[in-house]
């Protein structure tokens, strides 16, 4: 028997010990096995074979199929660590595939949570109909034996005799995660997120076992928020990162185009990528169908397929080149909510400017920047879920502590309550004013200037800007469709504001001061 028929011989053994096996400690011991199985034919990762042995899913076309790793969903599992991250072009199997090793993982060890969050209620239940699919189809003396199911809805499926769950929900459920011990975390489409995506994930990072494995996966949605930043920072956190292009899959491609036809551009990466003439000719397709969505939904690499969804309203050059140069800051008060770079020096007078919110555990944050009036140097920064006579409290203390300086809340919205608070509850007196009336006031008119004048700061004198998150909250601040501006699904803009606040009113008390 050659070396080719003993592995397929071998792999056949395997399956077969899969898909006959009906009791807890049978299911057990092939969970231990499936990890450390050498590879079998072709490369195949035992949990892989496994996969591809027991479990269906749906095909193109709307019928059941065996579950059969193409060359994304093989690539992710030899190279998957315990946590991961994964870049990925739309529909490449991405979601099925995790879907189906946490699954089989659930019914090999028992006492398993699996715990599944998607970006929408919709694609919550999509993934759950493919994971019921998964039980559905299993072989009827498993389903019978220690895989009979006991509690089963809309959300979560439960092994009783293995004491295994597998749960999926909407990212909107701020309760995701609460109270439990998660052995396997997916999280979908991160970078879709809806509310404040990095404290949800927050919050399901606490939830994890100490040994969960863990898998964030997105297509891209601009610089900034919560999965870019995940995708930037991975090498200090451990995450490994998968980046998967569109040409990985093998469907991609259309009718060949003209050789002759070819730019340059499209020479160049078929070269370097090693593509035909017919994937060139589906590129073309997504690119006409897509148009400026095309790098982002069909990603071709790890850095324009963020730059491409959305024209970032600040010079992304130069506030790139600051981030990599901003430093820590000096001090963290208010668990981390309150950074200071710059404590005050006496004889120096300061501009403290809050952007108020309402205040709630959800949605936008509460921002203040502190700048040095004669320079305009940020030199301590807030964000946090405080409004009202917390908030004014907060500021007017801050004032106080940056030498009496003026405190600029803009009045808009929640702002009007906070400046009345500041004034009567906390007796603070050197409250900016325009035009005789405490507060700043932003309108469709002076929006546009303020940003602008901000937009000039970072160019002309990156120095002055200290915070890193100010940096982050700027990359994903971005021109509409419908023309206005403003933060990515998933991103905030509270600290930005504040610092045009705080950079407009201080030039307009600069400019009084002088023509006094």
């Known amino acids: 028997m050659g070396a080719r028929d003993a592995a397929r011989e071998i792999e056949a053994r395997w399956i077969q010990r899969v898909t006959t096996t009906r009791t807890r400690r049978g299911l057990q011991k092939l969970g231990e096995e499936m990890e450390t199985q050498p590879g079998f034919l072709g490369g195949n990762t035992a949990i892989a074979a496994m996969a591809e042995g027991l479990l269906v899913v749906r095909s193109r076309d709307g019928s059941p199929a065996k579950l059969r790793a193409n060359a994304v969903q093989l690539e992710f599992e030899r190279k998957r660590g315990q946590r991961n991250i994964v870049l990925k072009a739309r529909q490449l199997g991405m979601t099925t595939w995790v879907a189906a090793r946490f699954f089989l993982k659930t019914i090999t060890h028992p006492g398993t949570l699996t715990l599944e969050v998607a970006h929408t209620q919709e694609a919550a239940e ?59 975390l997916h999280c979908s489409e991160l970078a879709r997120w809806p509310g404040d995506a990095a404290e949800t994930l927050a919050g399901l990072r606490a939830a994890l076992a100490p040994d969960a494995e863990m898998v964030l996966e997105s297509t891209p949605l601009g610089v900034g928020g919560c999965f870019h930043e995940e995708w930037l920072k991975a090498d200090e956190t451990g995450m490994v990162r998968h980046f998967f292009p569109w040409w990985m899959e093998e469907l991609y491609r259309a009718e060949a185009v003209d050789a002759a036809s070819l730019s340059e551009e499209e020479r160049a990466l078929m070269t370097k990528q090693s593509l035909g003439l017919e994937q060139i000719g589906y590129r073309r397709q997504i690119g006409k169908g897509f148009r400026g969505l095309a790098r982002q939904e069909y990603a071709e690499d790890e850095d324009s397929c963020f730059l491409a969804s959305g024209e970032c309203v600040f010079e992304l050059a130069s506030v790139e080149a600051r981030m990599k140069t901003a430093q820590e800051p000096v001090e963290r008060r208010n668990t981390g909510e309150l950074e200071i770079w710059l404590p005050p020096v006496r004889g120096r007078e300061y501009v403290v400017a809050v952007d108020p919110a309402g205040g709630g555990s959800e949605g936008d944050y509460s921002a203040a920047q502190v700048l040095e009036m004669e320079t305009g140097l940020q030199c301590a920064e807030f964000a946090g879920h405080v409004g009202g006579l917390e908030l004014a409290d907060f500021v007017c203390g801050l004032a106080r502590e940056y030498n009496g300086g003026w405190l600029v809340v803009e009045r808009n919205n929640h702002g009007s309550g906070v400046l009345a608070l500041a004034e009567t509850a906390c007796k603070y007196t050197r409250v900016y004013r325009q035009a005789g009336q405490a507060g700043w006031l932003t309108t469709s008119v002076s929006r546009p200037a303020m940003l602008g004048q901000l937009n000039a700061a970072l160019v002309e004198r990156p120095e002055l800007f200290q915070s890193r998150r100010l940096l982050g909250e700027c990359r994903s601040f971005v021109r509409m469709a419908n023309g206005s501006s403003g933060a990515l699904a998933g991103a905030h803009d509270d600290r930005v504001m504040a610092m045009a606040i705080g950079l407009a009113a201080r030039a307009e008390l600069v400019g009084k001061r002088q023509r006094s």
Do not use: C
């Open 126 to 184: 999509e993934i759950f109909r493919i994971v019921h699919r998964f039980v559905d189809w299993l072989p009827e003396p498993m389903r019978r034996g220690a895989l009979k199911t006991g509690q089963s809805n809309v959300r979560q499926i439960v092994f009783p005799k293995l004491d295994s769950e597998y749960r999926v929900v909407s990212a909107a459920d701020r309760n995701a995660g609460r109270g439990m011990t998660v052995q396997n």
